[in-house]
């Protein structure tokens, strides 16, 4: 089945550091999504891209949707300590009809 | 709105004791998912329902059954619980373009 590959799995960074983390995936996507997870609770939608090449921001974070359609990427700018959590990938592709493929996570912490 | 609800938050059970986990949505949304989530696994999908009246198997389903009950309910049951089903269990509903939103998830520890 489609796999997406999510990097890095995790990262400890200082607080105003800038952050990059990327999903790929050998298959077409048209639809791209990325999550946070709190500790003890659900993922809650981040940003969402719909076209290959498409730049949303949401606050701190941009979100980018590759022109290949096979990556996307996230960047979060000057982190905070409430930034701390696992971020997921998730993609759509039409032959995934109404399921979503995701990413196992990248886990972020932040010292403050 | 309270979007996706899940009961109960916690759950403890012995081998081969059955248990009904609840989902409801809001929202209107027309497809529900049932997710598990395991360290290292990230979220794996057990059964989904596309409409009312419809669901189909995920990636895991082996020892659950569902039952979409109405447009805002779908329940997920373990008929016989075993120390594999230990997980974290997410609902969530789908949103006009395909993104979906989660609830605040069951923590199951079968013992």
């Known amino acids: 089945g489609q796999q997406l590959n999510q990097s890095p799995q995790s990262m400890f960074i200082q607080e105003g550091e800038d952050v990059s983390m990327n999903c790929t995936s050998s298959s077409i996507f048209n639809t791209w999504l990325w999550y946070k997870q709190d500790p003890g609770e659900g993922p809650v939608l981040l940003i969402a891209l719909y076209k290959a090449g498409e730049l949303t921001s949401n606050g701190r974070l941009t979100a980018q949707f590759g022109i290949t359609r096979k990556d996307s990427f996230l960047n979060i700018s000057a982190s905070i300590p409430s930034d701390v959590g696992i971020y997921f990938c998730?993609?759509?592709?039409?032959?995934?009809?109404?399921?979503?493929?995701f990413g196992k996570g990248t886990m972020l912490l932040v010292s403050p | 709105n309270a979007g996706v609800t899940q009961t109960p938050k916690f759950q403890v059970l012995k081998t081969g004791q059955s248990m009904t986990l609840q989902c409801a949505q809001d929202m209107n949304h027309n497809s529900m998912y049932w997710y598990r989530q395991d360290p290292g696994m990230g979220l794996r999908l057990i059964y989904y329902s596309a409409s009312e009246g419809t669901t189909d198997k995920g990636e895991v389903p082996n020892g659950y059954n569902v039952s979409r009950l109405n447009k805002r309910e779908f329940s997920l049951r373990l008929e016989s619980a075993a120390p594999s089903q230990t997980s974290v269990y997410f609902c969530?509903?789908?949103?006009?373009?395909?993104?979906?939103?989660f609830g605040p998830g069951t923590r199951l520890t079968v013992t």
């Open positions: 969530a509903s789908r949103g006009v373009a395909y993104e979906q939103y």
């Open positions: 998730a993609g759509h592709s039409l032959s995934g009809y109404s399921t979503l493929t």
